[in-house]
């Protein structure tokens, strides 16, 4: 068996990213995107701005060099347009499909340049864990939207 696990992340983050947008046009009212309620801290438009906004850097900015510069407190306290949001998941899925293309399965056992929770990772390790993450917020988001819709 040949290993694509480049291609086969990138077809893993594009259909959740297509996700994404399917959850954010299936709000009905746009200010419900931004309602937080209760015990709920996060409104599901952050959680777009923060899924995004860490794609955008550890895999932007750390691994494709892109000139991406992460505000993450606006990634939980701003607040945009439905269309700003929808042109942040286009990007996203474009910044990962590039950088998919170039980097082979040998690149992938390569060292993590970062080490956000103290110890090494390889690349491949890492853009597991930002996947694991993502569908965490993800089910948030769909969580979200089914209680104040």
Known sequence: MIMKLPSELNALFERDLDKLSTELHSYEDED????????????????????????????????????YVRDRDFEFEGKVSKDELIENIRETKEMLAAYFERVSVDDMSDPYPLQPFGYPMTKSQFILHLYGHFNYHMGQINYHRRLVG
Do not use: P
């Open 32 to 67: 419900d995107i931004w309602s937080v309620q209760g015990e709920i801290k996060n409104s599901a438009g952050n959680l777009f701005l923060h899924l995004c906004g860490n794609l955008k850097h550890f895999i932007g900015a750390t691994l494709n060099k892109t000139d």
